[in-house]
T-cell receptor
Framework: GAVVSQHPSWVICKSGTSVKIECRSLDFQATTMFWYRQFPKQSLMLMATSNEGSKATYEQGVEKDKFLINHASLTLSTLTVTSAHPEDSSFYIC???????????FGPGTRLTVL | KNQVEQSPQSLIILEGKNCTLQCNYTVSPFSNLRWYKQDTGRGPVSLTIMTFSENTKSNGRYTATLDADTKQSSLHITASQLSDSASYICVVSRFNKFYFGSGTKLNVKP
């Protein structure tokens, strides 16, 4: 149980375009979803925390107008990278927590390459 | 400041050998401590989760220990396999915030 999926698993886009990444909790309702970015050989860096039906809380230094997060339901959160630039190329990972367990389940990640 | 530090940064061992990874934290109080395994290009997968009252937790060849007094945790891998090559991440949670270590990159060679 507690499976989190991401779509797409990888995407290549042109500079200036927008890319949407979906994160779904397949067999549970997620209390909270998190979005992380991971550059090569580095640890995960938290970008934002989102709760269903409310605005996401962004970490310091993360541009909320560039990284749009929508958490429309208890099983789906989306991250849209707007006007993507090559420096946005990274591995984006979402995670979800459920109830009072406070355990975090990670998605498989999405590799974004901006040309 | 809440921090989680892991050591070593990287480790190379021969297949079949044991190894121990360290995690020191300053997060206090904390809800639980987890060890994750992250294969290259994949999301982290949970290995063990311990609350502050637990001292040890095993998952197959993985055994995690926790000393809440010294704020140290270790992950012991027994009889390593090539598939153990990955990054191992220690995560300490406090309420609904998660503090990540920078990970230990383990390379198991034949």
């Amino acid at each position: 149980g507690a499976v989190v999926s991401q779509h797409p698993s990888w995407v290549i886009c042109k500079s200036g375009t927008s890319v949407k990444i979906e994160c779904r909790s397949l067999d549970f309702q997620a209390t909270t979803m998190f979005w992380y970015r991971q550059f090569p050989k580095q640890s995960l860096m938290l970008m934002a925390t989102s709760n269903e039906g409310s605005k996401a809380t962004y970490e310091q230094g993360v541009e909320k107008d560039k990284f749009l997060i929508n958490h429309a339901s208890l099983t789906l959160s989306t991250l849209t990278v707007t006007s993507a630039h090559p420096e946005d190329s990274s591995f984006y990972i979402c995670s979800a927590t459920v109830g009072s367990t406070n355990e975090q389940f990670f998605g498989p990640g999405t590799r974004l390459t901006v040309l | 400041k809440n921090q989680v530090e892991q050591s070593p940064q990287s480790l190379i061992i021969l297949e079949g050998k044991n190894c121990t990874l360290q995690c020191n934290y300053t997060v206090s109080p904390f809800s639980n401590l987890r060890w994750y395994k992250q294969d290259t290009g994949r999301g982290p997968v949970s290995l063990t989760i311990m609350t502050f009252s637990e001292n040890t937790k095993s998952n197959g060849r993985y055994t995690a220990t926790l000393d809440a007094d010294t704020k140290q945790s270790s992950l012991h891998i027994t009889a390593s396999q090539l598939s153990d090559s990955a990054s191992y991440i220690c995560v300490v949670s406090r309420f609904n915030k998660f503090y990540f270590g920078s990970g230990t990159k383990l390379n198991v060679k034949p």
